[in-house]
């Protein structure tokens, strides 16, 4: 079976051009529902529609989000075509597979105030880290890039002279992301002042890196903008909630849509046009505590 999933993930990664993140996830649910079969005494080679409800059903009882479901239903559609086509399965099982559809909640955004709050100058200006951390909320911010595509960000991906990045994003599609005035300033003293301190042999071309020398970590970015966040009452948000902030900002202040969809790598008009919804909510919000008619 290891060597099933071995070739699935081949698939996945040289043929669909799929991330390390997802592919993970997708082995994860075909793990599990060959798991879950065999517990049934059910070979992989038998598996049918009634099965997989079965065990969608399983996870929805067990308290999977909607999301998840939905992520699961097209992790094995995506197994059971491979696997049809590499002959393992002689059908396809999950071709009649309906995955539901997901609830799309509005995010939470900072107001232009509380993002500029989140930003502060070093009190050292020398420390490394602390250089290192206002870049990483600066360009998070300012190009409304994933936090994987910030920490896979190199040397040779930056044009000050242009102030401008080049990302790969979802399915290794690169585009081309300015970013402020203020960015700008960061990045500078963290190439001046920052990096060469932390630099080692290890570092290679990492543009970002952690404490060690080596490319910075996801985990360690996402720490770094949930402190800088923090409102002092618990409340924080992550390097997603830097990309709703960006994005709404943007609309908020009349960029086109299909600019913001270019800049935040959306392969779909639709996900962009969710921003929409949060600056209506954002204004309405502002009608009903400040209208008297409200």
Known sequence: MSDVL???AEHLRYE?????HTIRAYLGDVRGLISFAGARGVELTAIDLPLLRAWLAEQTRRGAARTSIARQVSSVKTFSTWAVREGILAS???QRLQAPKSHRTLPHVLAPEEAAAAIVEPADPTDPVALRDRLIVELLYSCGIRVGELCGLDLGDVEPGRRVIRVIGKGDKQRTVPYGVPADKALTDWLRHGRPALATAASNDALLLGVKGGRLDQRMARTVV????????GG?????GLRHSAATHLLEGGADLRVVQELLGHSSLATTQLYTHVSVERLR???DQAHPRA
């Open 6 to 8: 071995e070739r699935f």
């Open 16 to 20: 669909m051009g799929r991330s390390e």
């Open 92 to 94: 396809n099982p999950a």
């Open 226 to 233: 949930h402190r800088a966040t923090d409102d002092g009452d």
């Open 236 to 240: 924080s948000i992550g390097p997603h």
């Open 285 to 287: 919000a502002v009608h």
